[in-house]
């Protein structure tokens, strides 16, 4: 899985992946180029998409200024925003079952 992800994200030979290791926060992985990963790592490991969402793991990069401004000064917006960290380790271990299960990926990785 390492090298999938340093080969799609384009993260250097240098930069420390493990289970941890969280695609938008530690890689930088976010918007477009999040959808373009997910999509790649759904192919290349031939999983069923099952309940994924892509706004419950990242920001949409559409999301713009008048949303960061709303953000910044409604308190239930913000939290309304929070989103899941997606790691590493949960790709990991959504290749076996062949599909992604949000609630088992999630209580496994996040607790």
Known sequence: MEDFVRATTGASKRKQITANTKLEDDLGVSGIEAEAFMEKFFDAFELDIGDFSFDRYFVNE??????????????????????????????????????????????????
């Open 62 to 111: 559409g999301s713009g200024i008048v949303l960061s401004l709303i953000t910044l000064l409604s308190r239930k917006r913000r939290e309304a925003l929070n989103r899941v960290p997606l790691t590493v380790g949960m790709l990991v271990d959504a290749v076996a079952p062949s599909r992604w299960d949000s609630r088992a990926l999630e209580a496994r990785h996040n607790g």
